[in-house]
């Protein structure tokens, strides 16, 4: 009888707190009865949609909370609540494979890479966004390995040098490279942020256009074009490094640019953006589910999801999580033909019973930016079913933050956030929102 009595009272108790957390109307949940047993169990564990929008999980990715003129990480929005998190991928291992790669693939084609035959081989470089590190981070691994860097504050100097053709520039460098038996000097030709009119930066038409007035004052000294992305870097390689047979080198691993490399494009690197776009719903994923973090990271989930250590790496101190980066060439990028695809590892499906469908709403900073919409995007509506995410996703202008925050008017409809800023500064006008 007793025993009756206690069971009585804990079904009321435990029908009455799902009744006040989960009836706050923002959760958008119509709930059948059957749900009902499922919902008392979420709103026990205080995750329902009633958590108060500052306390609910946040991710940035892509663009990581830093100052854009010192690259200084910005600790306040990485500890926003204790489950935000960082996604992106780690800026300088992927640096150095880059520069490395332009490196080797002058040493391997010696014998034809100085078109003009003066000795000097000349490069053009692409830069994205001069106050975005993984930017900055590009520019210096290819100054580095080429030798054309130049030291200023304790590192290389990653500033845009305009043109440089007399190798006069103060920002960079002449290098020397010995190759084939021979010795060249290595030259900047010319470089700069590709920011177009608007003020969208990694602007590939911009690149593009680049090209052309680059190549129509100095093309015969051109014997490589580098750029800190695929977007920026086949914009100049279809207008004009294709035709002339002159090797380009970019990021991404963007489906159009490894596909090119069968057609001359000297290279690119993958950031495993199939890991990033993982990372970045799982980390949500976890918390919501109020699972340890690791989860299905670094320990297997219950569906057998996993990643090792050659993929990623997990500094808690940033709170960032951080793919590794392959390089691919004319050696390896059958592998990588279609970047779409979900990394293997990490591709099976969560068991709703356990990870209930919830609502996420996400942005991308630039609707037109190459890798975010056709690799990281595709690839994130890829996992979202898998993860049992109703994922929003919002398109900006590369522009303006506010044409971003203006669509997040109502942050109570969602579960966790899922940010890209357009500029690294601004992370204050996110959480501002989430903070009212
Ligand atoms: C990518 C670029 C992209 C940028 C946007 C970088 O990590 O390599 O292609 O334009 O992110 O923030």
């Known amino acids: 009888m007793k025993k009756k009595l206690v069971l009585w009272t804990m079904a009321a108790l435990l029908a009455f707190s799902a009744t006040a957390c989960g009836g706050s109307g923002d959760s958008g949940n119509t709930d059948t009865k059957e749900e009902g047993s499922k919902k008392e169990e979420t709103a026990s564990k205080g995750e329902s949609s009633s958590v108060a929008n500052k306390d609910k999980p946040l991710v940035w990715f892509n663009r990581q909370p830093s100052n854009s003129s010192t690259g200084e990480l910005d600790m306040n929005a990485l500890n926003f609540n204790k489950d935000t998190y960082y996604v992106g991928f780690d800026a300088n291992q992927g640096a150095e494979l880059q520069g490395q790669m332009v490196k080797e693939y002058i040493e391997e084609h010696a014998d034809t ?44 100097n990653s500033e845009p040098v305009g043109t440089n053709v007399d190798g006069k520039a103060t920002a960079v460098q002449d290098g ?15 470089s700069q942020e590709m920011k177009n009119s608007a003020g969208a930066t ?48 970019g990021y991404d691993a963007n489906s159009d640019a490894v596909a090119a490399i069968a057609e001359g494009y000297g290279g690119t690197i993958s950031q495993h953006a199939d890991v990033q776009a993982y990372l970045t719903l799982r980390v949500l994923r976890n918390a919501l589910d109020g699972v340890d973090i690791d989860t299905g990271i670094g320990t297997p989930d219950e569906a057998g999801n996993v990643l090792s250590e050659n993929e990623y790496r997990y500094s808690e101190e940033e709170r960032s ?12 990028y059958k592998d990588f033909t279609d970047s779409t695809k979900t990394f293997e590892p990490v591709s099976n499906q969560l068991d709703e019973s356990k990870s209930p469908k919830k609502k996420v709403w996400l942005n991308i900073y630039n609707a037109s930016d190459n890798f975010l919409s056709s690799t ?20 900006g202008d590369g522009q303006t933050e506010s044409n971003i925050t ?7 409809q969602y579960d966790a956030f899922a940010i890209n800023m357009v500029k690294t500064d601004n992370a204050a006008s996110y959480t501002a929102l989430l903070n009212q």
Do not use: C
């Open 113 to 156: 890479i100085d078109r003009n035959g003066d000795g000097v081989i000349g490069y053009v470089l692409a830069i994205g966004d001069i106050g975005h590190n993984d930017s900055i981070a590009r520019t210096r691994g290819v100054r580095k390995a080429l030798g054309t860097g130049v030291e200023k504050d304790g590192n290389i």
């Open 176 to 190: 020397t490279l010995e190759a084939g038996g021979k010795k060249f000097t290595v030259r900047e030709l010319g």
């Open 202 to 249: 990694w602007d590939a038409a911009t690149a593009g256009n680049a090209i052309g007035t680059w190549s129509s004052s100095f093309g015969e000294d051109i014997d490589v074009v580098v750029s800190n992305n695929d977007g920026m870097g086949m914009s100049m390689f279809n207008a004009w490094s294709k035709d002339n047979k002159v090797p380009t080198f």
């Open 321 to 332: 999580y951080y793919a590794l980066n392959v390089a691919v060439t004319a050696d390896n």
């Open 376 to 395: 990281y995007q595709p690839l994130l509506q890829n996992y979202d079913d898998l993860l049992n995410l109703d994922v929003e996703y919002i398109g």
């Open 406 to 412: 203006n669509r997040l008017g109502n942050p109570g």
